[in-house]
């Protein structure tokens, strides 16, 4: 167990519950703790609005060197000319607040990144240096920067000679265009932001590296603040032990989180009991040691708290921030008896969580109500999850399911075998505590919210049986609409200014079809990438 006073019933932190068994079936956590389940994988499914921008849709076409740029209302395309292979592609959804429609494209064959700004006008281009091999963007919440990298973990043209530990920062404001290479730490596995967007934060393998925007004025080398540096360990008090008693050297940080306000960086580590704290202003660094494996570690959105999932003890540890670092009295724990308390997914607004396990082949999910006093509420799904997404207002959630081994439409199987091998999703209604199974004839692809969370929209593709589809959904009632499509869908999104959500599909001349999301009618254009405009 870990500290004492986590799971006292007077917590300051608030109540404790304690669910209720009532007539769900329970999973004996204790025995599958002993058993030696695998770690938890959380698939890093989002709700997203991949490729457009608030009226127009972006669509990279490397064989060409361009890019089209077609107006989802008139569904007029134009063929911009963007650099030397033009792949990897994010949208600028708005820069101070106000929607704007603009494209940053990595040019993977030049190592430069063309920024496209469009109106009714046209569109203007302005290219920028970027890292060699770069293969990730990430924008900044205010749309004034983007940091531009080499993630080696996904998919990229080949690792280029050269380093590892570089990245691009550019600014995108009109008239104020540029680039500046910085180096920095091991390996850059994710890019975060502060609140205002004006201060930058790469994870890497050595630590965090901290870019403040406004003071770079060019090229330098951005000081690593360190998950591992023993020699500034805080002194141990309050729960706070000592780095080597809890951490083997090779321990590499998971699941690192910076608080909105930039001050601190949050991490776990694989099968140990320990949780790190940095103090990014000071620079100092807490080792918590919380008793038990810590399989999941989450961050509020506002940075005031964060979740442990302790796997081994069915519980789920709320610790305040940063009261909670060094006060173990100020931890709340949340006890799930029963329940494989593996992975946590918490809503935008940090109001609720979703508890379940993606390595125990549990069929539940556990809902738990951090802003109030309701308690936690057990979901039988019917399925064993894979990954879960919250719709931005945490009203509702999707929640992706895995399948046994086996044909679905073996004869002689009974329903539940049939529910089991088939591949599926559940949608849930957070205020009703309601869920609703589908079944799909293919595995669940990318998926997309449309602003407001009225509607969302899911991708169904296989080719060997020749499924390619669409389903619209209705968040208020759950039902579902299903769209056939023409080719397989690879990409979905929403165009707010035109209350579209666009479908892209694999197409040898390119094509995408135009939903609009509160009638269902369809509209689809093939050939941009020759820059026709064949109108279906």
């Known amino acids: ?85 033009p792949t990897y ?8 607040g106000t929607p704007v429609d603009e494209a940053l494209v990595i040019n993977v064959n030049a190592s430069t990144a063309t920024l496209l700004r469009t109106t009714t006008a046209g569109t203007t281009t302005a ?11 990430a924008v900044a919440p205010n749309g004034h920067y983007a940091v531009v990298y080499l993630d080696t973990s996904r998919p990229n043209q080949g690792v280029p000679a050269g380093s590892f530990q570089e990245v691009a920062v550019l600014r995108l404001d009109p008239g104020m265009e540029r680039g500046l290479l910085l180096s920095v730490g091991f390996r850059p596995i994710n890019v975060q932001f502060s609140a205002d967007g004006e201060t930058g934060f790469v994870i890497t393998e050595d630590g965090v590296s901290i870019l403040r ?3 770079l004025t060019g090229p330098a080398l951005v000081p690593t603040v360190s998950f591992y540096d023993d020699s500034i360990i805080a002194p141990s008090d309050g729960g706070v032990a000592d780095a080597g008693s809890v951490l083997p050297r090779d321990a590499r940080a998971q699941d690192v989180s910076v608080t909105r306000d930039g001050r601190y960086a949050i991490a776990r580590f694989a099968d140990s009991p320990a949780m790190r704290v940095v103090d990014l202003m000071r620079r100092t660094v807490q080792t918590i040691d919380l008793g038990t494996a810590i399989t999941d570690l989450d961050v509020a959105p506002d940075g005031t708290f964060a979740l442990a999932a302790l796997r081994g003890e069915s519980r789920v540890l709320r610790i305040p921030i940063p009261g909670g670092f060094t006060d173990p009295t100020l931890r709340r724990s949340i006890e799930l008896p029963g329940e494989v308390v593996g992975s946590i997914t918490m809503s935008p607004d940090g109001a609720r969580a979703l508890v379940y396990s993606t390595a125990a082949m549990t069929e539940r999910a556990t809902l738990l109500d951090l802003a109030g006093t309701t308690p936690p509420a057990v979901l039988r799904l019917r ?54 199974l589908q079944l799909t004839p293919a595995e669940v692809g990318p998926f997309a919210l449309v602003p407001g969370g009225t509607h969302a929209f899911v991708l169904l593709r296989d080719d060997a049986r020749r499924v390619s589809l669409a389903q619209r959904i209705t968040l208020a009632s759950l039902t579902i609409q299903d769209l056939a499509l023409g080719s397989p869908p690879v990409s979905v999104g929403a165009v ?37 405009r064949i109108v279906e």
Not at 89 to 96: A, D, F, N, S
Not at 127 to 137: K, S
Not at 389 to 412: C, D, K, N, Q, Y
């Open 1 to 85: 167990m870990g500290c004492g006073a986590d799971s006292t019933a007077s917590a300051p932190g608030g109540p404790i519950f304690n669910v209720d068994a009532g007539s769900v079936p329970r999973f004996d956590a204790g025995a599958a703790a002993d058993a030696g389940l695998p770690p938890e994988i959380e698939e890093m499914r989002v709700f997203e609005t991949p490729q457009a921008g608030s009226r127009f849709v972006y669509v990279a076409n490397p064989r060409r060197d361009n890019v089209a740029v077609i107006d989802s209302r008139t569904l007029a395309i134009n063929s911009v000319e963007a650099g030397d292979g």
């Open 89 to 96: 592609l994010v949208t600028v959804p708005e820069r101070g």
């Open 127 to 137: 290219q920028m240096p970027v890292v060699a091999g770069a293969n990730a963007i």
């Open 213 to 215: 925007f406004a003071s």
């Open 383 to 436: 399925k064993t999850v894979r990954a879960v997404a919250f719709a931005p207002g945490g009203e509702s959630a999707l929640i992706v399911h895995g399948r046994s081994e086996g044909s679905s439409t073996e004869p002689g199987i009974d329903l539940e075998t049939q529910i089991d091998r088939a591949y599926g999703y559940s949608l849930l209604n957070v205020a009703e505590r309601f869920t609703r």
């Open 496 to 532: 707010p200014a035109t209350e579209r959500a666009f479908i892209g599909q694999d197409h040898p001349e390119g094509r995408i079809t135009f939903v609009d999301w509160n009638t269902g009618a369809q509209q689809s254009i093939t050939g941009f990438e020759l820059n026709s």
